[in-house]
């Protein structure tokens, strides 16, 4: 049984909609799953993350990047080694902006520069999802928990 983190920022629901959805299917398959936010239930350090098997870490965009709840948990990854950590990265994305979703590339590159290797593509769903896309977050999710085993 794996366990895993989820922890995501999201304004309009869209990327927690996107982690629940996650979050019901991994524990659906009879894994673990920890639903965290930024906002109101964050880690009590980024070091925290080192407890978890796999790691899937959702935020929106704001303008052109992470969003201010996520920049202290950003700033704290300096000090994290992440070596032999898979972590993924997801979340709602508005094509109206130049760069489609910023937030989760800024967030893809640290954990990658902090030695974890990052779980396949970045998971970026446009605005809120629909059923289609739920079902891709959780193949996503079911993706990650293979690749762990």
Request: charged share 30%.
């Amino acid at each position: 049984m794996a366990k895993i983190l989820v922890i995501y920022a999201s304004m309009t629901g869209s990327t927690e909609m996107m982690a629940e959805a996650m979050c019901d299917h991994i524990r659906e398959l009879g894994h673990e799953a920890d639903q965290r936010s930024f906002d109101f239930e964050p880690l009590d350090s980024a070091q925290n993350m080192l407890e978890y098997d796999g790691i899937l870490i959702g935020s929106y965009t704001w303008d052109d990047d992470l969003p201010f709840e996520v920049e202290d948990f950003y700033d704290e990854l300096d000090n994290v080694d992440l070596a032999g950590k898979l972590i993924g990265v997801f979340g709602s994305c508005d094509s109206f902006y130049p760069v489609y979703g910023a937030a989760l590339d800024t967030l893809a590159t640290k954990v990658s520069e902090r030695g974890a290797e990052l779980y396949g593509e970045k998971l970026k769903i446009e605005l809120e999802p629909d059923k289609k896309d739920i079902e891709t977050c959780k193949q996503y999710a079911e993706g990650l928990l293979q690749k762990l085993a």
